[in-house]
């Protein structure tokens, strides 16, 4: 892969509307990506490899549980900043981004939230530190879309719970040493149950064959009468709203992450284009290609304003859940739109792994169909705005 020679587009001069402490983070998560991630990225894709030699410099940025109170380990940041440490990861790698998000916002998150002070001093400081790595299992092989449907289920035996069930299309399964799972009591109500490694019956197969997010490991959580001890249920909240509550923070995540993974191709275009002649002159000079650069820093200063915005509103509390989905819709439908675009400016260098833009827009397959696909956020958004839900 061709030297990392990333400059961040500021089109709008956005930096001036961040505080001097969230442009330290972001630098610091910035030099990072460009020391340790951009070197091994390529090659971890190729090979389909989660590569866990990055995983303490992951915890060293803030990266596992950003605004995870620091007494249980966590930065203790605001949500901007969070944001910020997203755009530069997925800058990298939207996979080793998805690492990231999972770890904190779909493991942290509910056991800050949903646990109790037992459970938060048991995982979350082991977590923050990247000692321990965790996932989550909502998705099941008959339910994605409609995890409400969801069969994996626990009873009640007394001095246990027995859980059933299995997990499809889980981040981090292969190598996790806890899952936060979501499954059924005998009233059919949803709770999550914290699942550790090297409980009897639970089995963590790994998912072969993607084209997509290859440097982040995806597989199953296979329960077959897995004992939980009773201790491991989080007790603070049940019902779907739940997962669906972790996955507001991590889609807020993915929100600023996907311009990470835009500007990296944006900007490896705009290089490209002004260094390579064709008919006499840079392509950069045709208005074709200018048009499609155009076009690709407005559709990012666009994203970064929307998720300004949606960060200073989730700091004050005020972020709702339609909000968080149109703004991972569009930014990943943005990032997606960039990338297949800056790969046509590349040519056939497009194609290669000696630029990230391939990547990239093989990972980005992947961001706009997890976390709510791309569809279902349209409808999140015609239900809030209409009143009238359109998913039955
Ligand atoms: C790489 C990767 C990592 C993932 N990591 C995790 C993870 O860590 N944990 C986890 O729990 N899950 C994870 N997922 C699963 C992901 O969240 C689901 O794939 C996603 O929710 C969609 O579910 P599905 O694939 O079953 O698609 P389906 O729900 O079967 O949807 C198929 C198509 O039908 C459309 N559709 C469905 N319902 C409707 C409707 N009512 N109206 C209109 N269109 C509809 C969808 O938009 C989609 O286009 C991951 C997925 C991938 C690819």
């Known amino acids: 892969m061709k030297p990392d020679l990333f400059e961040a587009p500021d089109y709008y001069n ?19 990506v460009k020391r340790d991630v951009s070197p091994i990225i390529e090659e971890a894709a190729q090979n389909a490899e989660f590569p866990k030699s990055i995983i303490p410099g992951l915890a060293e940025i803030g990266a596992f549980g950003p605004y995870i109170p ?39 998150y509910p056991i800050w939230k949903y646990g109790n002070e037992a459970q938060r001093n048991k995982y979350l400081p082991k977590l923050a530190s990247g000692e321990w790595m965790g996932s989550f299992g909502l998705t099941e092989p008959d339910h994605g879309s409609n995890p409400g449907g969801m069969v994996t289920n626990f009873k009640d035996m007394g001095d246990h719970y027995l ?15 806890v899952a936060v799972v979501w499954a059924k009591n005998e009233e059919g109500r949803i709770h999550g149950l914290v699942v550790e490694r090297g409980m009897e019956g639970f089995s963590t197969p790994e998912t072969h064959n993607k084209w997509s997010l290859r440097a982040s490991a995806t597989g ?17 909240k049940s019902g779907l709203g739940a997962p669906l509550g972790c996955l507001d923070s991590a889609r807020y995540g993915i929100a600023w992450g996907a311009i990470g993974a835009a500007m990296d191709c944006y900007d490896t275009a705009l290089r490209y284009a002004k260094e390579r002649i064709q008919f006499g002159k840079p392509i950069g000079a045709f208005q074709l ?104």
């Not at 956005?14 to 990072?32: M, N, Q, V």
């Not at 059933?164 to 040493?177: E, Q, R, T, V, Y």
């Not at 199953?220 to 603070?236: A, M, R, T, Y």
């Open 14 to 32: 956005i930096d001036d509307l961040l505080s001097e402490e969230h442009k330290l983070i972001r630098d610091a998560a910035r030099a990072w």
């Open 70 to 108: 620091e007494e249980y380990g966590g930065a203790g940041l605001d949500q901007i900043s969070y944001g910020l440490i997203m755009q530069e990861i997925e800058r990298g790698d939207s996979g080793v981004r998805s690492t990231a998000s999972v770890q904190s916002s779909l493991v942290m």
């Open 163 to 177: 859980l059933n069930g299995a997990k499809l299309w889980i981040s981090n399964s292969p190598f996790c040493d």
């Open 289 to 392: 290609q200018q048009k499609k650069l155009a076009e690709m820093i407005t559709e990012i200063t666009k994203a970064q304003l929307l998720v300004l915005r949606l960060g200073q509103l989730k700091n004050e509390g005020k972020a709702t859940t339609a909000q968080i989905s149109m703004a991972k819709r569009n930014n990943v439908d943005m990032a997606l739109k960039i990338a297949r675009e800056a790969r046509q400016i590349l040519g056939a260098m497009g194609i290669t792994g000696e630029y990230s833009i391939m990547r990239h827009m093989m990972n980005l397959e992947s961001v706009i169909t997890y976390e709510g696909t791309h569809d279902i956020h349209l409808l999140i958004t015609g239900m809030d705005i209409t009143g009238l839900n359109a998913f039955k």
């Open 220 to 236: 199953e959580l296979i329960f077959q009468d897995v004992k939980i001890p009773k201790e491991n249920l989080l007790p603070n």
